[in-house]
Nanobody, 130 residues
Framework: QVQVAESGGRLVQAGGSLKLSCTVS????????MGWFRQAPGKQREAMAC????????FYGESAKGRFTMSRDNALNTAFLQMNDLNPEDTARYYC???????????????????????WGQGTRVTVSS
């Protein structure tokens, strides 16, 4: 059984930083492309970032560029999303996603991710106070 689990979400003040983590069980982590999406109340789900199996390729959504950094540590079976200079508009539930694929393109950021990504976590809540 595949499980994707996010952690690290919490309440943070505007201007602060937060690092989210994501682990995967039931699959070989090094075979996976990984990504992060978020969904704020009343808004559509949007892509934040995705990373290839070895970290060699990364793509970022417009809301993430310049402030968020995605990384991974295959030895730890963990992917990360470092978020800096947070603002209240970043308040959302953040979802980690996984897909068994070697190649990665910017298509990983397309739409709400439902067609591209097979495995989703339950999400971790990030709240940014002003």
């Amino acid at each position: 059984q595949v499980q994707v689990a996010e952690s690290g979400g919490r309440l943070v003040q505007a201007g602060g930083s937060l690092k989210l983590s994501c682990t995967v069980s039931g699959l070989t982590f090094a075979d996976l492309a990984m990504g992060w999406f978020r969904q704020a109340p009343g808004k559509q789900r949007e892509a934040m970032a995705c990373i290839s199996w070895n970290g060699g390729k990364k793509f970022y959504g417009e809301s993430a560029k310049g402030r968020f950094t995605m990384s991974r540590d295959n030895a730890l079976n963990t992917a990360f999303l470092q978020m800096n200079d947070l603002n209240p508009e970043d308040t959302a539930r953040y979802y980690c996603v996984a897909e068994e694929r070697v190649s990665l393109s910017s298509e990983c950021l397309t739409g709400d991710g439902a067609e591209y990504w097979d495995h989703w976590g339950q999400g971790t809540r990030v709240t940014v106070s002003s």
